[in-house]
């Protein structure tokens, strides 16, 4: 079994900042793409960031120059630094992770629960 959890969300002021951490834990052998979603009231999920094996990075270009992420591979764990936050950045964030479970395994695509961020005007 495998699990994904996030943590740091909260309200901000427009302009201010929040950092989100989400570790992957259970049976994992590998892990290749982490990354992060957002879904705000009433719209579709969409993508924020992901981080390919450490580096590889891709961004939304709504958030491209304000958010950051990173990972620690050590701990099975992906990081959103945002900067900069704006109101339309309001929205549960979901990470999820593409890993295997076994070498033998193909690879699964996990998400976590969530967790709201709330930019204030």
């Known amino acids: 079994q495998v699990q994904l959890a996030e943590s740091g969300g909260g309200l901000v002021q427009g302009g201010g900042s929040l950092k989100l951490s989400c570790t992957a834990s259970?049976?994992?052998?590998?892990?290749?793409?982490m990354g992060w979603y957002r879904q705000a009231p009433g719209k579709q999920r969409e993508l924020v960031a992901t981080?390919?094996?450490?580096?590889?990075?891709n961004y939304a270009d709504s958030v491209k120059g304000r958010f950051t992420i990173s990972r620690d591979n050590a701990k099975n764990t992906v990081y959103l630094q945002m900067n900069s936050l704006k109101p339309e950045d309001t929205a549960v964030y979901y990470c999820?992770?593409?890993?295997?479970?076994?070498?033998?395994?193909?690879?699964?695509?996990?998400w976590g629960q969530g967790t709201q961020v709330t930019v204030s005007s």
């Open positions: 259970g049976r994992i052998f590998s892990i290749n793409t």
């Open positions: 981080i390919v094996s450490g580096f590889i990075t």
């Open positions: 999820n992770a593409d890993l295997k479970t076994a070498a033998w395994l193909k690879s699964t695509t996990y």
